[in-house]
């Protein structure tokens, strides 16, 4: 075995570890874009006045002292009441005299009415869990790849 050129082996160690890197925020955005896209899908069960909160979904990814960590975000009103659910409350007139709905086809006008609440979606969870697994799956592919190619000496 010959002698070991250090600058050579420090420049391979450089480039791979950039390479890791890439491929990290790579793995990291690919996995943000997999969690808008289920909140964007039909998966989720939005009504008309709800849809915004497919909108306003987004990521970004955050530099820790550790790393970096994907935050997923909704900006929308109603997201927290879709994830989280809502306990029965009373709704109260505000700004009209009454609340107008329809039932059956009937109007009805009502000073407060008693709302029964709303079960959760965790439609956030879900796309965080989804985020992970494409993370996951994504590094592992992206890493088995920059194995194969080191190995061929590129």
């Known amino acids: 075995m010959g002698p070991i050129d250090v600058a050579s082996l420090k420049r391979q160690h450089s480039t791979l570890l950039d390479r890791i890197r890439d491929a990290v925020a790579e793995s ?31 990521y970004r990814i955050v530099r820790t002292s550790t790393g970096a960590v994907l935050k997923l975000r909704n900006t929308s009103k109603h997201a927290a009441v879709l994830e989280k659910g809502s306990r029965a409350h009373r709704i109260v007139a505000k700004r009209a005299k009454a609340l107008r709905f329809v039932i059956g086809g009937r109007v009805f006008f009502r000073k407060s009415v008693w709302h029964p609440g709303t079960k959760p979606t965790w439609f956030m969870r879900t796309a965080a869990e989804r985020a992970g697994v494409r993370f996951q799956n994504e590094l592992a592919g992206r890493l088995r790849l920059l194995a194969a190619q080191s190995r061929r000496g590129r």
Do not use: C, L, W
């Open 28 to 58: 990291a955005i690919a996995a943000g874009e997999e969690a808008n896209a289920y909140v964007a899908s039909n998966a989720v069960p939005f009504t008309h006045r709800t849809r915004d909160v497919a909108n306003k979904q987004t």
